[in-house]
């Protein structure tokens, strides 16, 4: 399975200001994920990085307030924008389709941003 | 995709199997169950899928009902380190994975 560096893996933040988190994997990807945890709470998918056009966000996620860029098969990143401590979550990359079988997703570490 | 409904919680022994149920009744002919954990301060991590048939890896065993309406993850020798929280996902091949509350599993000594 392909193998997933996130970074930073940890920040804290002042609100208002913005953080681009970062997703590198070692080998070309179908498939790219952003996912948002919040304290507590189980993972809610954010949007689907689209390699070469814009992402695909899912209901309560925009453009602006998420903005994902994705070049190429191999690196995405995410930036929270204009960050208040609501947006105080673990977000997380996810990847797949590597080959020509699916054998489920690959998940980063996650980057664990506090707002402050 | 269909909704998942699995129990908030569960116990099970070091040693023995644990078995996690999984209702995912409106699921479609097309769906995957997908079953993923996440151990504390992780990212989840791929247990195993199935559509139809049982599956058997490594990690666990898959049993899927003849009318696919529920499923039952296996882990049949359970330690201390498969304590995490177990996510059932209905979905179709190489599309999203949606994520429900999960069960979360606590394997006592």
């Known amino acids: 399975s392909a193998v997933i560096s996130q970074k930073p893996s940890r920040d804290i933040c002042q609100r208002g200001t913005s953080l681009t988190i970062q997703c590198q994997v070692d080998?070309?990807?179908?498939?790219m994920f952003w996912y948002r945890q919040q304290p507590g709470q189980s993972l809610t998918l954010i949007a689907t990085?689209?390699?070469?056009?814009?992402?695909?966000?899912e209901s309560g996620f925009v453009i602006d307030k998420f903005p994902i860029s994705r070049p190429n098969l191999t690196f995405s990143t995410l930036t929270v924008s204009n960050m208040s401590p609501e947006d105080s979550s673990i977000y997380l990359c996810?990847?797949?389709?590597?080959?020509?079988?699916?054998?489920?997703?690959?998940f980063g570490s996650g980057t664990r941003l506090t707002v402050v | 995709d269909a909704k998942t409904t699995q129990p908030t919680s569960m116990d099970c022994a070091e040693g023995r199997a644990a078995n996690l149920p999984c209702n995912h009744s409106?699921?479609?002919?097309?769906?995957?169950v997908y079953w993923y954990r996440q151990i504390h301060s992780q990212g989840p991590q791929y247990i195993i899928h199935?559509?139809?048939n049982n599956e058997t890896n490594e990690m666990a065993s898959l049993i899927i009902t003849e009318d696919r309406k529920s499923s039952t993850l296996i882990l049949p020798h359970a330690t201390l380190r498969d304590t995490a929280v177990y996510y059932c996902?209905?979905?179709?091949?190489?599309?999203?994975?949606?994520f429900g509350q999960g069960t979360r599993l606590t394997i006592n000594p």
């Open positions: 996810s990847v797949g389709g590597t080959g020509g079988s699916f054998y489920g997703y690959t």
């Open positions: 080998s070309q990807v179908t498939m």
């Open positions: 990085a689209n390699q070469g056009s814009e992402a695909t966000y």
């Open positions: 409106t699921i479609s002919g097309n769906e995957y």
């Open positions: 199935g559509l139809k």
């Open positions: 996902i209905a979905a179709q091949g190489a599309q999203k994975l949606v």
